[in-house]
C-alpha cells in the first residue's frame, strides 16, 4: 500500500471492509523507513504469489521485470517502482520502444531532450501521436524544426540500432524513476493516504483508530487538520492559506462555514474584497453539498500541506 501513489492506496481502502481497513492502517502507521530494495522484493513476491491474475493484457501491453511482468497500466508504473532487475528490453513481438508508449511525456523529455535530433526523431516515430506531439511541444524551437525534418525523411533503421536505443532508454528510465523515488515512514503515509481519501473513509479509520490507538490517532489528527482547523490557526497562518486558495472554492467553501470562521475570513480581507466575497456567495444560492465538501477538502488540502512544512501556527 505505501508503494503506490497515496491516490491509488486510497481508491484500494475502499474495497475493503472497516475492520481489514483499521487492521492495514495500524500496520502501515507501525512501518520504519523503508529500502527501494526491500519494497521491491515484496511487490515481487506479491506477483508470483497471488493467485488473482491482477496484470491482465496482452505480452504488448506488458513490461517484462527479472521475475514476471507487470501491466504498464498498472498503478505500480505509476508509483516509480519497479524491480531492480527491470534491465531487459521489451518482450519478444511487441513493436520497437513499446515500453515508451507508456511514459509520461514530461518524463520522457527528461530521458531524451539532449540527445542528437536523429535518435530523438527515432523516438518520437515509435510514440502514439498525441505523446509525440506533447514531447515535440516541449523542445526549442530550432530543436523542433531539426528533429520534424529528421523524422519525415526517416526511413528503414536497423534493428540492432534500434535494440540500442532501447537499451540505453531503458536503463536511464529507470534511473530517473530511481532518483525520484522518496522514502515515507508510515506514519506520514498514511497521513498522505487519508489527505486522498473522501470524508467516510477518513472519518471511519480515524474512529477505529481513536478506540484503538488514542494516541495514534491524536498525532494524525494532528497532521491532518480539518476545514473547520481554519479556526485554531492564528491570523498570519490564515492569511497564507486564503493566498493560495482559489476564490472559486473559497466562495463555495465558507456556504458550509461556521458564522466565528465566517467572520474571520472576511476580517482577513479588505472590507471591498469582503463585500464582493459575500454578495458573490449569496448570487450562487443553493448549492449542492457536495460541491461545498469538494471546495472545503481543496482548502484543508492547502492547510495539511502547510502544516507539514512547518508553515502554520495553532493558537493555544
Known sequence: MISLPPEVSAQVFREFGPEEVQAISQEISKLPQISPEVRAQVIEEFMHSSTVDIFRGSPADRIETGGGSVSATHPLMGSGMQPRTARSTAPTGSR?????????????????????????????????PGQASAVLEELPPAMQTEVATRLAGMGKVTKEIIQEVERVLENRLFAVMEG??????????????????????EDGIMKGLTQKKPHLASEIKDKLCDFEDLNNIDDQSLQQVLRLTDIRDLVLALKGANNVLLDR????????????????????????WEEIKAAQQQIRNILRGLVTLGKVKFMA
Open 96 to 128: 520497437p520502444l513499446e515500453f515508451l508508449r507508456k511514459v509520461d511525456p514530461k518524463q520522457l523529455l527528461t530521458i531524451i531532450r539532449k540527445e542528437h535530433p536523429q535518435t530523438i526523431a527515432l523516438v518520437l516515430n515509435h510514440l502514439q
Open 180 to 201: 525520484e523515488y522518496r522514502q515515507s515512514e508510515g506514519r506520514e503515509m498514511l497521513v498522505e493516504i487519508l489527505s486522498q481519501a473522501d470524508r467516510s473513509l
Open 265 to 288: 475570513v472576511y476580517n482577513a480581507f479588505s472590507p471591498e474584497m469582503a463585500k464582493a466575497l459575500k454578495e458573490e456567495g449569496e448570487s450562487l444560492g443553493q448549492v449542492p
